[in-house]
């Protein structure tokens, strides 16, 4: 079996190829390393994987649709999960062309690979960013998402939309994945909690965004991949119809929300932060940015159906693993 990984030297995407190779799993792993964040860190990523003996490295763009195709003509995978993307809600106020290339340009090339090679299976990763500021508590993807409030956002419902497209015109099994403000070890740079930690370590002021009214659903990097693998191995598949205009549940196309079901006000977030690290932050009181939204909140029900897992890493114990290796990382 060989998988392709997407993004692979980023944040989740070097954590599921860790996995993958701990279980003795071919992987094939592109990334365009591009410098929207610290380049040093994806490489340090892929520094820790490039020894293992089933894992191999491209370093690629998802935009360039000759080399994308090239790549799904020379190699046979079996599963493509697809997490490279450009993040960032805020940047996308800044760089919109960016997402434009990454999350839908080379979406499209990625599902035209998958098309024309046969592959078994497609998992993207989707955001809880399509759910904007859905007023019906806890989030489901049976939610209307219509209403998007940043680029990035809607370049991510957009991808839902052309996956179900593709599995509908193709037959293509597909699933995509809604995370959840996910934070761990290896983290992204530009995430709030990687900010207040640098900052509170270096007793720094932290902007905190609506005065410190927003809550979230923070979600460990190790409950994530354990969704992912185990929404790798459960295939969609639909119901046969012979009629032309087919309904979703004739479609091998699911999503699933990975969260922890259990959301955490930003400021009890900062709390735990603070006493990890046994330093008190300097709070930059700021109002709500363009294109945040005050809540997240999962509805993990049909993942716990299906797969038979729901996160449940409490940020106690997930911002003192992060802050463990932010220390040793940075020798602080």
Known sequence: MQILVTGVAGFIGYHLAKRLLSENIQVYGIDNLNGYYDVNLKKNRLAQLQDHEKFTFEKLDLSDRTQIAKLFQTQNFDCVV??????????????????????????????????????????????????????????????DVNYPISLYAATKKANELMAYTYSHLYQLPITGLRFFTVYGPWGRPDMAYFKFVKAIEQQK???????????????????????????????????????????????????????????????????VIEQTLGKEAQKNLLPMQPGDVPSTYADVDDLIKDVGFKPDTPIEKGIAQFIQWYREYYNC
Request: with cysteine; glycine share 6%; hydrophobic share 35%.
């Open 205 to 271: 002021p932290i902007d905190v965004y609506n005065f410190g009214n927003m809550q979230r659903d923070f979600t460990y990097i190790d409950d994530v991949i354990e969704g992912v693998v185990r929404v790798m191995a459960k295939i969609p598949t639909c119901a046969k119809n012979e009629s032309e205009i087919k309904t979703p549940s004739q479609v091998p196309y699911k999503l699933y929300n990975i969260g922890n079901n259990q959301p955490v006000s930003l400021m009890r977030f900062i709390e």
């Open 82 to 143: 697809n997490l490279a993307a450009q993040a960032g809600v805020r940047y996308s106020l800044e760089n919109p062309h960016a997402y434009v290339d990454s999350n839908l340009t080379g979406f499209v090339n990625i599902l035209e690979g998958c098309r024309h090679s046969s592959v078994k299976h497609l998992v993207f990763a989707s955001s809880s960013s399509v759910y904007g500021v859905n007023q019906k508590i806890p989030f489901s993807t049976t939610d």
